[in-house]
């Protein structure tokens, strides 16, 4: 973690260890009660950016009445998580013809992912409203949060989803570091991972960019590279 901190030196990442194991729940409470921007999203160490994306267009919702996302997009057709199809929902009109790329439908009306506005896969939140939501639950890791956080599923399913045509980030569940939640998972083991890193190594994630996932969780073919080499890229 240190050697990873260390590569982010430079650029406007704030880490915060974990003091304890049980002390997630209270750390992430502090954070969100320092947070001063009024929305925010949440990614997990799984996900990766498969796609650009301008931020502040991304944000341009009102996420009291929509919550956008980055994880979904018209090319998915399977869910990764039940191991089930699951299809589209038909669209709503599109109300700004600035954003011909994003598209909208009811939460309400979707099924699996389409149908699962609190995820901390790349959601937008009001920050006032997910605070108040996190103070009133308990919680002691990313999963339990979000699993929590459920019992206010239909406050949110009322809501209008956003996302783009195609996913800018996917979920690679190449492995399961947590005991709390039986979450499907790749065979590739961690110790394989950290054995690399220390060798020089990681992951290509450039030649992942552009893919076109059919999940939002997906399984992939990890490609390794020495660091450096992926640093002159």
């Known amino acids: ?100 790329d994003q598209l909208r439908w009811r939460w309400e009306e979707g099924q699996l992912e389409w149908g699962y506005p609190i995820s901390l896969d790349g959601h937008l939140f009001n920050t006032n409203e997910i605070s108040a939501m996190a103070s009133v639950i308990s919680f002691q890791s990313p999963n339990s949060l979000e699993s929590c956080l459920q019992v206010f599923n239909k406050l949110f399913s009322r809501r209008e989803g956003v996302c783009y045509r195609n996913p800018i980030i996917v979920n690679i569940p190449c492995n399961r570091v947590q005991d709390e939640f039986p979450n499907r998972f790749g065979g590739l083991h961690q110790e394989a991972l950290l054995e690399a890193w220390q060798q020089g190594m990681c992951m290509d994630y450039r030649a992942l960019l552009g893919m076109r996932p059919e999940s939002t969780h997906q399984e992939v073919q990890l490609r390794l590279v020495r660091r450096q080499d992926e640093a002159r890229a």
């Open 1 to 100: 973690y240190e050697q990873v901190s260390g590569l982010f030196a430079s650029r406007p990442v704030r880490f915060v260890r974990q003091r304890t194991s049980v002390t997630f729940g209270d750390q992430t409470l502090e954070i969100l009660s320092g947070v001063k921007s009024d929305k925010i999203f949440f990614l997990v160490d799984d996900d990766l950016f498969i796609d650009q994306v301008d931020l502040a267009d991304f944000v341009r919702v009102d996420p009291t009445r929509q919550v956008a996302s980055l994880r979904l997009g018209a090319c998915l057709s399977k869910s990764y998580v039940v191991s089930e199809h699951q299809c589209l929902r038909p669209w709503l009109p599109r109300s700004d013809a600035q954003r011909p």
